[in-house]
């Protein structure tokens, strides 16, 4: 994890061009610690954190006993990679990273996923993102993609505002090596009922599912560059700017009412500023905002907020 993050926080430096990360370790008083990384006011982040900790205690957080009660009793170990971006041109998204491991007594598991958020609508860059992501999954198993990709879209989303939070990647948790893949709250819906009708798993195991973590880590490079570069010259003014920092909000409103490791980071008293890197420095609220019809503004929302089979689309 922590290589994970030296690889990332390298390849942005060298894609921002002026821009460098400010780190910050910390110690965590109940046991653990981490590195907060956050690169601000570069050519091409306005804001771009990118995190590692490390940290274990007696205390399990309620949102870990409620979903695996049969830890409770025994101490844990988490630690993890995670990162957020905020680009300053509109036309660039912002994007998502998280890989963790989390043991605890009798049981460990793997989490994590990636996830982009574009403010204007380009197809080709969606798919571009979610083929490469694929090619990731299918090395290691070709039901990978369909079902993380599936629980991203039901995860990422905000039940209040009824949308994405843009355009998904790939999404998992609580994954031991045993059946079933999807390990979700939602017995209804896409990704339960696609896991649901594999019966031919086999046992995975830890190192197995640990190569698969690294591959996804390293796997946000070639995903994300491309479309930084692709877009990273696209002349923009106030009115796209407005709207991104509109739809930043977006990103608040998940952060602070739904994101998993927001709440477990708060509810095991960790590092309050590296908790909340994620949020943008900068981000507005407009009362019953409405796009006009035929914009950009309102393809995104009528198109690129609903769930796509980004990785088979062809212009």
């Given amino acids: 994890m922590k290589t994970l993050q030296d690889e990332i926080c390298q390849g942005l430096e060298k894609a921002d061009g002026s821009g460098k990360f400010h ?19 570069g050519n091409l982040l306005e804001q771009g954190g990118v995190n590692f900790s490390e940290v274990w205690g007696k205390q399990l957080p309620p949102s870990i006993l409620k ?12 630690t993890g990679t995670s990162m957020v971006l905020h680009p300053r041109n509109p036309y660039i ?14 049981v460990w598991w793997f989490g994590g996923g990636i996830d982009l958020t574009p403010y204007y609508p ?9 083929r490469t992501l694929k090619e990731t999954c299918d090395k290691h198993h070709c039901e990978y993609y369909p079902v993380f990709k599936s629980w991203c879209d039901e995860y990422f989303y905000l039940k209040h505002r009824q949308e994405t939070r843009g355009v998904g990647g790939i999404f998992f948790d609580y994954q031991d090596g045993t059946d079933p893949l999807y390990r979700g709250p939602h ?18 195991n830890w190192e197995e599912l640990f190569a698969f973590v690294n591959d996804c880590g390293r796997t946000f490079l070639p995903a ?44 095991t008293n960790g590092r309050t500023e590296s908790i909340l890197m994620s949020l943008p420095p900068l981000v507005r ?12 503004e309102a393809e995104l929302y009528n198109t690129f907020l609903k769930p796509q089979d980004w990785a088979n689309w062809k212009p």
């Fill in 67 to 78: 979903q695996r009660p049969e830890a409770e009793g025994h101490g844990f170990y988490a």
């Fill in 285 to 296: 609220w407009e009362y019953c905002y409405e796009p006009e019809a035929n914009t950009p």
């Fill in 187 to 204: 017995a209804d819906k896409a990704a339960a009922n696609y896991s649901n009708q594999l019966s031919d798993l086999k046992p995975r």
């Fill in 93 to 106: 998204p912002t994007v998502h990273l998280n890989y963790r491991y989390f043991e605890a007594g009798p």
């Fill in 23 to 41: 780190e910050d370790s910390w110690q965590r008083e109940e046991g653990g610690g981490g590195r907060s990384r956050v690169l601000r006011d």
């Fill in 224 to 267: 994300y560059l491309p479309i930084v570069e692709k877009r990273r010259n696209t002349e923009y003014g106030d009115r796209e700017r407005q709207f991104q920092l509109y739809r930043r909000g977006r990103y608040v409103e998940f952060n602070l009412v739904y994101d998993r490791g927001t709440i477990f980071g708060l509810q």
């Fill in 122 to 130: 380009f197809a080709e860059d969606a798919s571009q993102f979610h």
